[in-house]
């Protein structure tokens, strides 16, 4: 059922507010994460973890990148986060005490299980403690049967191939992740918890709020309509969400798009940069702004066209040239990324749409990729 929206992916990129509300439904009370909520053992699994390492692909690998910041960040706990399709075939050295999250939308993505069954197969050998929790929007698929632990996403059936709800929804999960092995391992105090879940209930409100800037952004993308490449820009948390901008511009509308930590681009990609490679930055109001900033000072000298998707509080004020979507404010480090990744989904649609694209279905791609 489309109810009056031209196509799923539209109709799921509206969801997310309420997707978000029925992630949290019944895992937090008052001003703190339920750590039940993951199991009835969860408690006394999360006690013995000393690392966490995450593997999934495409756009829930994305979720995991960004949870990666997150827990080394906030909790001190070393954390990875690799695609499957490596992990599974580099032989790598599984330590005593490390939680595997696995993330799948659809719970039946083939690298993503075959690297649960290694997991499984090597703890069963070396006799390691290595839990297996996850995060999954599917009941009853291979990816919960096989877990010890699961957190289902609650976000609904994901019809689009290309992926929205799924991801927003996989990041509120692993918040409430982080929140509760941070709380079971004393990493975490009680006030940066409830300052984490009152963040958490305000974001529906806050999604609404990027939503709302859907206008400019159906505008902006005719800047895109005849181009043959993009760059998308991030630091920190917000370069997997620059990365997964980048993911949704090429899967749907078949323009060639590349992410780069804005770091970088002094170290070959500034090469790229002309009139004909519009560049798309997400920009929090972060410790990291300064530095941004003077990144893209490095691409308007160059004559790049940008975009910037920003926290208003970052001060940044559209010019030639330069067009700032003003898609969210009062956001913190766990919802910052959340919301700024909203406009790059309705960017990314509205450039498919205008290219005339098959969005909801896009060439060569399943919506689960149950073979290697
Ligand atoms: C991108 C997309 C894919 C999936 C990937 C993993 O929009 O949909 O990259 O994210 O195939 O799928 P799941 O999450 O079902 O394991």
Redesign the pocket.
């Known amino acids: 059922e489309l109810d009056g929206h031209r196509h799923f992916m539209h109709k799921e990129i509206h969801e997310q507010p309420q997707a978000v509300s029925d992630t949290l439904e019944g895992r937090i009370a008052g001003d703190q994460v339920l750590v039940e909520a993951f199991g009835p053992e969860a408690r006394s699994v999360f006690a013995e973890v000393e690392r966490v390492q995450i593997v999934?692909?495409?756009?829930?690998?994305h979720a995991g990148l960004t949870a990666r910041y997150w827990l080394e960040d906030i909790l001190r706990l070393p954390c990875g986060a690799e695609v499957a399709s490596e992990f599974r075939y580099r032989n790598p050295v599984l330590q005593d005490n490390t939680l595997f999250v696995f993330?799948?939308?659809?719970?039946?993505?083939a690298d993503?299980l075959a690297a649960m069954e290694q997991v499984r197969a090597e703890r069963d050998s070396q006799g390691l403690n290595l839990p297996m929790l996850a995060i999954c929007n599917v009941p009853e698929s291979s990816l919960t049967r096989g877990a010890d632990l699961t957190l289902l996403t609650h976000a609904g059936p994901e019809i689009g191939?290309?992926?929205t709800k799924?991801f927003t929804t996989q990041l509120v999960a692993l918040a409430l992740l982080l929140v509760s092995l941070g709380k079971v391992q004393q990493r975490l105090s009680p006030e940066r918890e409830a300052r984490i879940v009152a963040g958490l209930k305000k974001l529906p409100r806050l999604i609404e709020g990027a939503l709302v800037h859907e206008p400019q952004l159906e505008a902006l993308a005719r800047i895109f309509v005849d181009k043959h490449n993009a760059l998308f820009l991030g630091r920190g948390t917000h370069y997997p969400i620059a990365m997964e901008g980048a993911?949704?511009l090429k899967?749907i509308s078949y323009i060639h798009a590349e992410a780069y930590p804005a770091g970088e681009l002094k170290h070959g990609p500034l090469a790229l940069v002309d009139e004909n490679l519009p560049i798309v930055a997400v920009a929090p109001a972060d410790d990291l702004l300064e530095k941004l900033k003077s990144n893209l000072q490095e691409v308007r000298a160059r004559g790049g066209r940008m975009i910037i998707i920003a926290d208003e509080r970052a001060g940044i004020a559209s010019e030639p040239g330069l067009e700032v979507v003003p898609a969210a404010t009062h956001v913190g480090r766990i919802t910052a990324p959340i919301t700024l990744n909203i406009p790059l989904q309705l960017l990314a649609y509205h450039v498919a749409v205008l290219r005339g694209t098959d969005v909801d279905r896009p060439r060569n791609l399943a919506?689960?990729?149950t073979v290697e």
């Open positions: 999934a692909c495409g756009t829930s690998y993330i799948s939308q659809s719970g039946e993505t993503t191939v290309a992926s799924a993911l949704k899967e919506k689960s990729v």
